[in-house]
């Protein structure tokens, strides 16, 4: 099993930073990508950044140019700097990651998810 937890939420007035963090512990043979969602109230939740182990990106169009996201391989931590906030960045922002346990001489791969944090932005 994968454990991420998230850190690094708040509440910011519009225009202001944030930079979340997320740490995976547990059986982990190797980490592959790793990602930030957000759930807004009453939405789905959607992707708004993804980086692979060699450090490809991928944004949310909504957030590119104002969000950089990172990752030390060396840690298992993934970061997200989040600048020039919105109101509608608000939501719980969760941590994801797609990463292999090696447990009892096997190898298992698995989608996990972190308990989210929660970003707030007032105007």
């Known amino acids: 099993q994968v454990q991420l937890v998230e850190s690094g939420g708040g509440l910011v007035q519009a225009g202001g930073s944030l930079r979340l963090s997320c740490v995976a512990s547990?059986?982990?043979?190797?980490?592959?990508?790793m990602g930030w969602y957000r759930q807004a109230p009453g939405k789905q939740r959607e992707l708004v950044a993804a980086?692979?182990?060699?450090?490809?990106?991928n944004y949310a169009d909504s957030v590119k140019g104002r969000f950089t996201i990172s990752r030390d391989n060396a840690k298992n931590t993934v970061y997200m700097q989040m600048d020039s906030l919105k109101p509608e960045d608000t939501a719980v922002y969760y941590c994801n990651a797609d990463a292999e346990t090696y447990y009892n001489a096997r190898y298992y791969r698995g989608d996990y998810w972190g308990q989210g944090t929660q970003v707030t932005v007032s105007s």
């Open positions: 980086i692979t182990s060699g450090g490809l990106t």
């Open positions: 547990g059986s982990i043979f190797s980490i592959n990508a």
